[in-house]
């Protein structure tokens, strides 16, 4: 049994009411979101769409399927408990480990480490860009021709280029303005630079590389015609799984289901039940987010995963700064390595001698599975290309992650998850009331992209099972989160409409937002979900609000949106946050505050169920 619930089925928010608005502010996403302000007065952004809960969803798949797989063995079930709020809480990047490691808490407003960073404006269209390592920002320099600003010692490095970011950005800006963005992505691509356009769902709908990797697939769907969807977003040896029937008409199979559980013989308990992925090897040829997310996760479920690291070239989290202050610094002591390989054991081969490859392929013969996300191409020229893998092992399996895939034109992309946000229509639709397109606080596609290998990774177990051969996942950041923007994309299949920025607004409903409280940066999500909610809150804000016209129903509300959030705004903002949440919950109100990072790790509610662990690390 999969419970699959905001705050879980134990704890003291148990029972609190939530939407989406509620779990990314309880989750601590709104209050990262979009990270690219300095506005204090601007409140913290929930992103298009209901990204919380998808993601929770594939935590939830990749859980039970595991589950399932042990339950096949053993004859014996198991319990399922998974907190939306947690899992939302689990990937907030640098968020924990900062607090954790160094007492700082992140917020929206801070500025970037890595620069340059940033949404930019070109001729025609906005365009991103960001240099996560030094020989990238060298070949941004050389791709912009050489100009002399860039070797001002004022930008000579990464901790040059932060403290003046602005003139960085002002320079690149000129650069970037005089370039369409399709001319530019193409050819920055060429030269190793990370730019990614801020695409339109109409741009993505007709894109050469998801056209020629086949990720759109057209179901005719009863009542309504044909419609292009999003298929699965993992590419497997066979091709993508395919969708194998539209949405289901209400109660359209009742009969055939009942029958066919009817034939379902119940299992005899053969033996005792264990950790999900207990007897199952993992090779870990990873770094920095997205890789490490998917072993991570095959070692929660019980993997023996072995990290393969080389001392030549460090893991990238392991070389930033996420130290305590009273620490020497080393390969040891990031709290970002840390937090992402938890539960793995490692070793340190290298690859660049015939001895570190031949170790590599004695492990392989001894692995179920391997996880890689090198650049594209990077394993073939090791010389550990999926086809000899399958040679030293036909059992073995595959996972290689990457921005954009082993295949199609763009496959030698560099696609960090910075980047894939606009490749996604996600950055497009996330944005204020009338602003910008934004980013979305944080580099998600990584662990979305993660998470759903591991899901790829255990299907892949219970297919070898019956076929006794292994086979290649090959897992994108781009269409791992692509299939996630859901909502924007069906709007955009079914009615061929680019949906609006509506900052925390809803089109369903009313009051739909994110409330000043009293307090420094002290802020409350409150949606109600219907006529009646909102009839309660007004009560408590007014008793007169309950008769006004203006705000009678949804619609009314709507066109008096600006005006209905000044009332609500000014009724919290001389009120403490979680007294606020408790009078709105105990009235059925989905209502929650914007957590930071500090308040996740002291959240009593997380506590309680043990989310938090504090454990001892022998360096820090």
Known sequence: TLSLTPFGAT????????????????????????????????????????????????????????????????????????????????????????????????????????????????????????????????????????????????????????????????????????????????????????????????????????????????VSQPDIGDVILPGASPLTTSGRAPIRMPAPRLGEHTESVFAQIEKTPTPAITHTAQSPLQGVRVLDMTWAWAGPFCSLNLAHLGA??????????????????????????????????????????????????????????????????????????????????????????????????????????????????????????????????????????????????????????????LKREETGVGEHLDITLWEATGVLNVEAWMEFAINGTQPERIGNRSRYMSPHGIFRCEGEDRWISIACRDDEEWRILAGLIDADLTTDQRFTNLADRQLNEDELEAVVSAWTAQRDRWDLTRVLQAQGIPAFPTLNTEDVVQDPHLNERGFIERLVHPEV
């Open 11 to 218: 704890g003291p928010n148990a029972d609190y009411h939530a939407t989406e608005l509620t779990l990314s502010n309880a989750g601590g996403w709104a209050n990262l979101c979009p990270a690219t302000h300095t506005d204090p007065e601007l409140p913290p952004l929930k992103v298009i769409g209901d990204q919380c809960m998808l993601m929770s969803g594939l935590a939830g798949a990749t859980a039970a399927l595991a589950v399932w797989r042990d339950a096949k063995r053993s004859g014996q079930g198991d319990f399922i408990d998974l907190s939306m709020q947690e899992y939302v809480a689990s990937v907030l990047e640098v968020g924990i480990p900062a607090y954790s490691y160094k007492e700082e808490v992140a917020t929206r407003h801070g500025l970037r480490a890595l620069i340059p960073w940033r949404i930019f404006q070109a001729k025609d269209a906005p365009i991103f860009i960001v240099c996560v390592e030094q020989d990238q920002w060298e070949r941004l320099v050389a791709f912009m021709g050489n100009p002399d600003w860039a070797f001002l010692d004022t930008f000579a490095d990464q901790p040059a280029r932060n403290e003046n970011q602005d003139l960085v950005h002002m320079f690149v800006q000129e650069f970037v303005s005089e370039w369409t963005a399709e001319d530019l992505y193409h050819a920055a691509q060429k030269h190793r630079i990370c730019v990614a356009p801020v695409f339109t769902l109409d741009q993505l709908a007709n894109n050469e590389h998801l056209a020629a990797r086949s990720f759109f697939e057209t």
């Open 304 to 461: 023996d995963v072995i990290r393969l690291e080389s001392a030549l070239r460090p893991d990238l989290y392991r070389r930033l700064p996420v130290y305590p202050v009273d620490i020497e610094e080393g390969l040891n002591c990031s709290g970002m390595f840390n937090q992402w390989n938890q539960g793995k054991t490692s070793i340190a081969i290298n690859l660049t001698s015939d001895e570190g490859i031949s170790l590599v392929k004695q492990l392989v013969a001894r692995c179920d599975v391997v996880v890689q996300n090198f650049a594209t191409g990077v394993m073939e020229r090791l010389g550990l290309d999926y086809a000899t893998l399958h040679a030293i092992n036909p059992r073995v399996i595959l996972a290689s992650v990457s921005g954009y895939g082993q295949t199609g034109p763009y496959r030698q992309y560099i696609g960090y998850g910075p980047a894939i946000p606009p490749l996604t229509g996600l950055a497009a639709g996330t944005g204020y009331l009338g602003g910008e397109a934004e980013e979305i606080g944080l580099s998600m596609p990584d662990p979305t992209a993660g998470i759903t290998a591991a899901y790829a990774v255990v299907g892949a177990l």
